[in-house]
């Protein structure tokens, strides 16, 4: 049997924000000085979407200096971006230093289907179809944050960084969709088998093998927390044994971990992305099984038309 789509990606666990820390925060845009109140029925606030991108951007700023300083107990500061291009963030856990670019998403939900499935009595529900896939628009943002970082001074001794925050309804999805990015994971299922469907790491163009000074990126969706590891990056073994990446604990995607998960396949291979039939035939030649590729959504409903009633 196929897993359902909401368990066929296998995710690992989030850290949280403590839920009285979110009632009590306040985080400050650029956008006129305003104050928003990072409350569980305050988020996102509606004014969100008439605030300048400098001010969505200070304040994704802002909740990452909230993780790694009041959470982590580490001291971030701000990188002076007047003069260049440059990384946003310097962070330091009393060991290590780290290099971090902040990007902020906000609801970024496109990319998605839509249909009209009959309910009786001429009513109808829609159905929102979001794919899980690689996109690349996120590819893009991706490169940009390590040539960003490339350009910090001072990025070569610390440890790197691309932090993004995906805030809103769609959160969940955008994440998903930068892992699948970052890793080119694609969704395979057994030919001739009633095994269960997999996701295969390398499967497509991956941005982390062209990413070597970018060790992680971290993905804050609305107030969850999880660390990617870029296993191609330098000095990765010393990265994962940092406390910054203990402190995620169990939080982490890192297909290092992989080998003895079953609904993975890590496809460390030279041959090309180009020709979807090629790399299949290379997964098969890697696990012994015959798979093809299966293109996954996550569905969501909600009310539909009435039909002029």
Not at 130 to 155: C, E, V, W, Y
Request: charged letters at 30%.
């Amino acid at each position: 049997m196929i897993r359902k789509p909401e368990k066929f990606f296998k995710k690992s666990q989030s850290l949280k924000l403590p839920a009285q820390r979110r009632r009590t925060r306040e985080l400050h845009g650029s956008g006129g000085g305003r104050a928003f109140e990072v409350d569980d029925q305050l988020w996102p606030p509606r004014e969100f979407q008439t605030l300048s991108d400098r001010a969505l951007m200070e304040r994704a700023k802002q909740i990452a200096m909230i993780w790694l300083n009041d959470e982590f107990g580490f001291d971030a500061q701000s990188i002076d971006t007047t003069d260049d291009r440059r990384a946003d963030l310097r962070a330091n856990d009393g060991e290590f230093d780290y290099t971090i670019e902040v990007k902020d998403k906000l609801d970024t939900g496109n990319h998605s289907s839509f249909s009209e499935l009959p309910v009786g009595d001429g009513r109808t529900a829609s159905i929102r179809a979001d794919a899980h896939k690689r996109l690349n628009r996120l590819d893009n943002i991706l490169r940009d944050g390590s040539d960003q970082i490339a350009k910090t001074p001072g990025n070569e001794f610390t440890f790197n960084m691309i932090w993004f925050n995906f805030e809103g309804p769609n959160a969940d999805i955008m994440g998903r969709r930068l892992l699948y990015t970052f890793y080119g994971v694609a969704d395979l299922c057994p030919r001739h088998s009633d095994g269960d469907g997999v996701n295969c790491v390398y499967f497509d163009y991956n941005a982390a093998y062209n990413m070597k000074n970018v060790h992680g990126i971290v993905i804050c969706e609305n107030r969850e927390l999880q660390i990617a590891i870029n296993e191609f990056a330098d000095d990765i073994d010393t990265f994962r044994l940092t406390p910054l990446v203990r402190r995620f604990g169990n939080a982490k995607y890192d297909p290092g971990d992989f080998e003895s998960d079953e609904s993975k396949i890590v496809l460390r291979s030279s041959i090309s992305r180009k020709d979807g039939s090629d790399v299949l035939d290379e997964v098969k030649r890697q696990t012994g099984l015959e798979y093809y590729r299966i293109e996954m959504n996550r569905y969501t409903f909600g009310p539909g038309r009435s039909n002029g009633r």
